[in-house]
């Protein structure tokens, strides 16, 4: 529902001329409209197992070819240690070195560690502990190596200087 009206007052020449022209736009209209988009839009019905199984394959291919790769790998492997054993030999020989290697500088890498942190972090707490033994359950003592929270199976180094603590995986 609209409605529109203009209101000149005044009884001048110009007034009379605004009335006469302007009382023209005052109108009042009533539209009634329904609109519906159902018409558009499209009609759900379920999907065939034909159609589940076109749209699942390709992710199940996907998931077989994933799994599948570390064996063809592996067999790839196999068939060239089969044709050029030196090679294989060599190949097992470096790995195995490298591991070596790896283990002997993750150990030094671990004792440069602890060092550093008992530098940084004197033993005040364990002579306090020493000291008060009730003061153990206020200052709970971390793993030297891996910060893990104190536990009744953690170790303490046996050297008197060091007393360290270490979880049971890193001893």
């Not at 291919?61 to 050029?84: E, G, K, S």
Request: hydrophobic residues 35%.
């Amino acid at each position: 529902s609209h409605h529109l009206s203009v209101h000149v007052s005044g009884t001048s020449l110009m007034a009379q001329l605004l009335r006469s022209t302007i009382g023209a736009l005052n109108t009042t209209s009533d539209s009634q409209m329904e609109t519906s988009n159902l018409a558009c839009l499209p009609q759900p019905r379920a999907m065939k197992m034909e159609q589940y199984m076109r749209s699942s394959l390709p992710l199940v291919v996907l998931v077989l070819f994933c799994l599948v790769q570390a064996y063809t790998y592996r067999l790839r492997r196999v068939i060239a240690a089969f044709y050029f054993p030196k090679q294989e030999k060599r190949r097992v020989l470096y790995l195995y070195n490298k591991l070596l290697r790896q283990r002997q500088s993750f150990v030094q890498r671990q004792q440069r560690r602890i060092a550093q942190r008992k530098r940084h972090h004197p033993g005040w707490r364990t002579s306090l502990v020493q000291r008060w033994p009730w003061l153990r359950r206020c200052l709970r003592q971390k793993c030297i190596v891996c910060e893990t929270p104190e536990t009744p199976r953690d170790r303490v180094c046996p050297a008197e200087a060091c007393r360290a603590r270490y979880c049971r995986w890193c001893w």
